[in-house]
């Protein structure tokens, strides 16, 4: 028996069967496995892609459980990425899973992103310079990117095309910027209509400690925007919507928006949105 064909052939009737067989024998790259990564993975495993590149330094913990798919009693104190690669692999016994315990920094990136057909975003959402590195070597090496925040209860999209806007044009980041500056024009360009903030306590989030809110729910509905763009773009489906088009939907407020950017940071309304920020917590840049 082919256990690849038994287990995933459900999934025919949305795809073909030898869309199944392409998807079998895809890469991605995940960089993260927390609160997003995590389900990515098993995720993205559950729909057949057959390889992965995946990264992430820290080990788990009690502060994990309340949203990260590998956080267990049995996983505190284990590497993400130990545990990540065994529950990908009690799915998909012959999935290929080469990990990158170190995280993804500017010596493996070129061996991370190595033969991969997308790259998936899934860094904390405060490590806004490893994040750059992920979607600028990517667009150098000619591969698609992804990055979707579980932003309140909702969550966003971006899709990155190598051929198109790139990452820094979207977000208006540049190295130049203090920390601040980035977190700002990262967090503005993820939610042109920011429709957490009529429910979220921004006081609970700390630039300083790289802590915030994070719910479970958000991260699964994250996972499921992935995963759908993933297969689009690997199967290519049809024409992706790629920056400076974005996608938001918020399930808590029965919600959805999705838009076309112009300009990206560019537009006037972001530029006003990062300046009224930016006077709000402008006394952080000094510090």
Do not use: W
Not at 18 to 35: D, P
Not at 110 to 116: A, S, T, Y
Not at 209 to 233: Q, R
């Amino acid at each position: 028996m082919d256990f690849y064909r038994e287990a995933f052939k459900r999934n025919i009737g949305l795809v073909t069967e030898e869309e199944q067989e392409r998807l079998r024998s895809s890469r991605v790259a995940i960089a993260g496995l927390g609160g997003v990564g995590g389900i990515h993975l098993v995720t993205l495993v559950r729909i057949g892609i057959g390889g992965f590149h995946i990264a992430d330094s820290d080990t788990f913990e009690a502060v994990n459980f309340n949203r990260q798919y590998g956080a267990t009693s049995a996983s505190i104190g284990r590497k993400k990425t130990e545990v990540m690669k065994e529950a990908a692999n009690s799915i998909n016994q012959e999935a290929r899973v080469a990990t990158f315990p170190e995280g993804v920094n500017e010596k493996n990136v070129d061996e991370f992103l190595e033969g991969v057909d997308l790259a998936v975003d899934a860094i904390d959402f405060f490590s806004i310079d490893a994040r750059r590195l992920l979607f600028n070597k990517s667009r150098e090496k000619g591969i698609f990117a992804v990055t979707s925040g579980p932003i309140g209860f909702g969550s966003t999209l971006q899709i990155f095309d190598p051929r198109g806007m790139s990452f820094d044009e979207y977000f208006g980041i540049t190295g130049s910027m203090s920390y601040v500056e980035k977190m700002i024009a990262f967090s503005v360009g993820l939610t042109p209509s920011p429709m957490h903030l009529k429910y979220m306590d921004l006081s609970k989030v700390d630039l300083k400690s790289g802590t915030g809110p994070s719910f479970a729910s958000a991260c699964v509905l994250c996972a499921s925007l992935v995963a759908t763009e993933a297969l689009n773009i690997i199967l290519k489906r049809k024409p992706v919507k790629a920056a400076p088009y974005y996608f938001q939907f918020d399930p808590y407020r029965q919600i959805y928006k999705k838009g076309y950017l112009f300009m990206g940071a560019k537009n006037p309304m972001q530029y006003l949105k990062r300046k009224f920020l930016l006077k709000k917590v402008g006394h952080l840049i000094k510090e």
